[in-house]
């Protein structure tokens, strides 16, 4: 059995665009994007937009990926993921076919392959004791020993992902999501700069879901000169997922406060129930989570739909790192900010050996906020 999966070609002298069937539609969003960010660099900006691979399925459930066209010589950026999706391919599924695909690339040599995996779903196996395995190191060994050269990812789960791999065999960026998240909330605040900055000041927390949690939004209350919130989270070690209980750890009052809860996934959703709960007694003016991967697992966006509807929290903004064509419909409140254009943007730094800080470090809140104000 032969399945069609799209092949996405943008081609230069140097470089093309693959996608496993898990990761297509984000793939063309990018792909829509790239010839605007490319426009200042004329050398890049002719394309096939494209052409096809194979998944061959044999019978007993193997597979094997054909490539119908040349890549001898171009640096290959591979979009893939192994969570949710459009196809309903389950993680070992996109795994084998990721794997695949970096074969069958590497054996038409390919000069270079940059893997871009926007959530890396096995980023939270990161830890070792004495008896468990650690996905991540698997996962990323596996990427690298078939012959990936430079691997990215959005927002990973701990700052320790970043020293699983040796540099010397294989890039590897951890890409902050913080700008796209820092931009849709000076987006969602009106008025002038100066009342925009008073108001923020007087009137926000950032909050932290657990300790793990309070780096990134401690750069959200720096950056927007707020206070910051840090629960401290019990867990029952005999029970997966199952939260004992919470303590808040604030300098100030939460009552009357404008509340943004900022983590990088939600996953079964124990975590902000729980958390949610507890701050239902602070009499906050309003409570807003903020997301960066939608996991949404088990009874997750069951339990976030009947919150909502009892009035626990006001807008769940998420990025879609992950598909979100289900969760659209499943909760329908949902925000959603798009990160296909700053993926587009880090494509054109690296095929231009440009620097990446300055596409993912280059957003200043209250430059931004000032800026509008004048225009």
């Keep these: 059995m032969r399945q069609s999966v799209y092949y996405f070609k943008y081609m230069s002298p140097s470089f093309v665009i693959v996608s496993t069937r898990s990761s297509l539609e984000y793939a063309k969003k990018v792909v829509s994007i790239l010839p605007s960010v490319l426009s200042a660099h004329p050398n890049t900006m002719s394309y096939d937009y494209l052409d096809k691979i194979f998944v061959s399925k044999f019978s007993d459930g193997e597979m094997e990926v054909l490539l119908h066209d040349s890549v001898r010589g171009k640096t290959v950026i591979l979009f893939t993921t192994c969570a949710r999706n459009e196809q309903n391919l389950s993680v070992e599924e996109c795994k084998a076919e990721l794997y695949n695909t970096i074969d069958v690339l590497k054996r038409a040599q390919a000069a ?104 990134l939004a401690r750069k959200f209350s720096t950056a927007f000169d707020t206070q910051l919130v840090v629960c401290n989270k019990q867990r029952n070690p005999d029970v997966t997922n199952c939260i004992d209980s919470i303590t808040i750890l604030s300098a100030v009052s939460l009552q009357d406060k404008k ?100 596409v993912i470090d280059s957003f200043s809140p209250q430059d931004y906020l000032s800026e509008r104000t004048t225009l």
């Design 112 to 215: 270079k392959i940059i893997v871009f995996e926007p959530y890396m779903s096995c980023s939270r196996s990161d830890r070792t004791t004495r008896r468990n395995s650690v996905g991540l190191w698997v996962h990323l060994k596996i990427l690298v020993s078939l012959g990936a050269d430079h691997i990215l990812s959005y927002q990973m789960h701990s700052d320790k992902s970043k020293t699983v791999l040796d540099p010397c065999l294989c890039a590897f960026d951890d890409i902050q999501a913080v700008s796209l998240l820092q931009k849709y909330l000076c987006d969602v605040i009106s008025g002038s700069s100066a009342d925009q900055n008073s108001c923020i000041r007087e009137n926000w927390l950032f909050c932290a879901v657990d300790a793990g949690a309070e780096k």
């Design 259 to 358: 509340l943004w809860i900022v983590d990088d996934m939600i996953d079964t959703g124990g975590s902000i129930t729980a958390l949610l709960k507890e701050l239902s007694h602070q009499n906050c003016k309003e409570i807003n989570l903020m997301i960066v991967h939608p996991v949404l697992s088990g009874r997750a966006v069951e339990k976030l739909a009947s919150l909502h509807e009892k009035g626990c929290f006001n807008r769940l903004v998420v990025c879609d790192t992950i598909s979100c064509t289900s969760l659209r419909q499943q909760l329908p409140f949902v925000e959603i900010i798009e990160s296909a254009s700053l993926s587009a943007k880090i494509i054109q730094t690296i095929i231009t050996d440009g620097q990446m800080s300055a």
